[in-house]
């Protein structure tokens, strides 16, 4: 990985713009909230717009796998056909890290899934080789940062990658104001 001092919001931006053609295509909203800090992180933008795609990709199958028509579900709202799947992303900055949560209302995983998931070769999908998670985690590792993911089997998932903020990226904004106003 070459790791550079980059924007991830903007990464992140052009990757959805990327991605969305197919979520709309199977009536999945996307929902993106960033913090346009401006901040960056160090990180391989090619590497990160892999991850953040295979996350996409993710939450696709679930989703679709969720509310096709021949899923077996007594939900009534599944069974409403303007019901659309929901995949949201929210970053924000706290402790000095960039925070990426990416959320849909897929089908979820079971404690179990959750417990393998960045296992390599542990796959849930019949064509899947099961490199998806086990790669992101590697990278996010790369960049220094965690990932993390919280699951409720039927319900969705939620994904939470961490990286830091390089001391030197900071906003100096307090200092540089106090010397322009004094």
């Known amino acids: 990985a070459t790791l550079e001092l980059k ?15 197919e979520f709309t295509k199977e009536e999945i909203q996307i929902v993106f909230n960033k913090t ?16 953040l795609l295979n996350i996409a990709q ?5 989703i679709t796998h969720k ?28 402790d000095n890290r960039y925070i ?19 296992e390599p070769y542990f796959t849930t999908k019949a ?15 790369e960049f220094s940062g965690d990932i993390s ?3 409720v089997l039927g319900e969705g998932s939620e994904f939470t990658i961490t990286i830091p903020i390089p001391q030197t990226q900071k906003k100096l904004l307090t200092h540089d104001e106090e010397v322009r106003w004094n």
């Open 36 to 51: 346009n800090s401006g901040n960056k992180t160090m990180l391989d933008e090619k590497l990160f717009h892999e991850i």
């Open 100 to 118: 990426f949560q990416f959320s849909d209302n897929g089908c979820g995983m079971s404690d179990d899934v959750v417990a393998k998931i960045f």
């Open 67 to 94: 509310f096709e028509p021949n899923a077996v579900t007594e939900n009534p709202e599944i069974k409403n056909k303007d019901f659309r799947g929901k995949f949201i992303i929210s970053t924000f900055i706290k």
């Open 58 to 62: 993710n939450a696709l199958y679930a």
């Open 127 to 141: 064509t899947g080789t099961g490199l998806g998670m086990p790669m992101v985690f590697k990278i996010i590792k």
């Open 149 to 151: 993911v919280d699951s």
């Open 7 to 21: 924007e991830p919001e903007s990464i992140l931006e052009n990757t959805i713009y990327f991605f969305e053609p």
